[in-house]
């Protein structure tokens, strides 16, 4: 069988474009990831960030939703270490009220920003320390069986919403295997520990009332164009922009100076960080793609279409899935 084929969106605001028309185009994407056969769409949640409009993936899955049909739709993910178990489960029960059979719950513990950000949303510094205890907290929330005596998620109590671990070290990998839950790694923005993440997780899987086997979901960047050339010309584009909000943080940069910033360790970081990329033509991509998939023992690919333009990015959709159609991996 094809590996099935999922979509991180990054909600991205391209330069002189606003949130609505973000969103707008998250929409599009989302209804073109049901045409072609995607099984999921996933949008993570990111803060103070001027070229990301998912700060709020609650918010934005129920508006895709109400403008797709069939295609699962969640969060990749909730950093759970800014929230209540309880508000989360409230949250994603609506969704699930709203939209039966179609809500995921992908659950991280980073904060999704920086440290000053980190301060504006009340976090606690510690509170990552019991991501473990709070994700059984939100489970039991959604399972029916709340931890806290006298209180209940309304909605959510008894939905049973899978949940899914990301990670992009060993430590999630640990805990999505003694939950007997699925494992989302962030391959595509943070190469280093695939292989070691993975092997931890199969290794020590424990069978759990959600999910009976492993299961492994593999981020990777996908540039498709119709020629080699305008899908590296693309892909480029990514990484500049992915480099000047990296290490910008909202100045402004000419041309120049971008190019100044990718020949230095910078631009160094910002390759290593997205080098899980399938760029090219949909027969280039395809072969990545199915390299990768054996590499990274996968039994899900989650791709990151990265183009500037919302018609590049519909495009990379459709090609993609046009090439991974007849895949065996």
């Known amino acids: 069988m094809p590996l099935p084929l999922s979509i991180l969106d990054l909600a991205p605001i391209a330069p002189g474009q606003s949130a609505g028309e973000s969103i707008a185009a998250s929409v599009a994407l989302a209804q073109a990831a049901e045409r072609h056969g995607y099984r999921r769409v996933w949008y993570a949640e990111h803060h103070n960030m001027a070229t990301i409009a998912s700060s709020a993936p609650a918010v934005v899955i129920a508006h895709v939703g109400a403008h797709t049909s069939t295609i699962r739709l969640g969060a990749g993910g909730v950093m759970l270490p800014n929230h209540s178990p309880l508000s989360i489960a409230e949250q994603f029960g609506t969704l699930d009220a709203m939209y039966p059979g179609r809500i995921d719950l992908g659950l991280g513990r980073a904060p999704g920003s920086d440290q000053q950000t980190t301060y504006a ?21 959604l399972a029916g069986h709340s931890r806290v005596p006298g209180v209940s998620a309304v909605p959510g109590a008894g939905s049973r919403i899978p949940l899914f671990i990301l990670g992009s070290s060993t430590f999630g990998a640990q805990l999505a295997a003694a939950y007997g839950l699925p494992y989302a790694f962030a391959s595509h923005f943070a190469p280093q520990s695939l292989a070691a993440a993975v092997a931890v997780y199969r290794e020590r899987f424990r069978p759990s009332e959600q999910l009976d086997h492993p299961h492994v979901i593999a981020g990777v960047n996908v540039a498709a164009a119709d020629t080699t050339e305008a899908a590296r010309s693309a892909f480029e584009s990514v990484q500049r922009n992915f480099a ?3 290490f910008g943080r909202g100045r402004t940069f000419t041309e120049a100076e971008v190019d100044g910033l990718m020949a230095t360790a910078a631009g160094d970081h910002v390759r290593q960080m997205l080098a899980h990329a399938a760029v090219g033509t949909p027969e280039e991509v ?7 998939g054996r590499v990274a023992d996968a039994d899900e690919l989650i791709v990151a279409h990265q183009a500037r333009s919302t018609e590049a990015r519909l495009r990379s959709v459709e090609l993609v899935a046009e090439a991974m159609a007849g895949s065996r991996v």
């Not at 976090?123 to 059984?136: K, N």
């Open 121 to 141: 949303l009340r976090r606690d510094p510690s509170a990552s320390a019991q991501f473990p205890e709070d994700v059984a907290e939100l489970r039991d929330y």
């Open 244 to 246: 000047t909000s990296l």
């Open 286 to 292: 395809r072969g990545y793609l199915e390299d990768f």
